[in-house]
Nanobody
Framework: QVRLVESGGGSVQAGGSLRLSCTPS???????LAWFRQVPGKELEGVAA????????WYADSVNGRFVISRDNAKNTVDLQMNQLTPGDTGMYYC???????????????????????WGQGTQVTVSS
């Protein structure tokens, strides 16, 4: 079973930056990897995704231009650089991969619907004003 472990969360002041990392136990060039976030009382929200071996990316409108998702093949991680953070970015951030058995969410990325069934435990991000 594929396992994913997130790190890099923390508390930061509005306008600051954080960098999250996700380390999958199974990392392939065909995998679509994504970051989701969730706040109490709300559903999972897709934040960013990387696919086609890292050649293409997708971002939610709310973070487009501020966040950057990337793959670091040498370290076997998928990273999320978060800049210009606002209190609205506060939440539990989850790393996810497609094709797993634990379906929680799907995203339309390009012309494809991608189903995410591998999930990490989450890392908390708190942005204060």
């Amino acid at each position: 079973q594929v396992r994913l472990v997130e790190s890099g969360g923390g508390s930061v002041q509005a306008g600051g930056s954080l960098r999250l990392s996700c380390t999958p136990s199974k990392f392939t060039g065909r995998s679509t990897l994504a970051w989701f976030r969730q706040v109490p009382g709300k559903e999972l929200e897709g934040v960013a995704a990387i696919y086609d071996g890292g050649a293409r990316t997708w971002y939610a409108d709310s973070v487009n231009g501020r966040f950057v998702i990337s793959r670091d093949n040498a370290k076997n991680t998928v990273d999320l650089q978060m800049n210009q953070l606002t209190p609205g970015d506060t939440g539990m951030y989850y790393c996810a991969a497609d094709g797993g058995p634990d379906f929680r969410a799907g995203l339309w990325i390009g012309t494809n619907r991608v189903w995410f069934g591998y999930w990490g435990q989450g890392t908390q991000v708190t942005v204060s004003s």
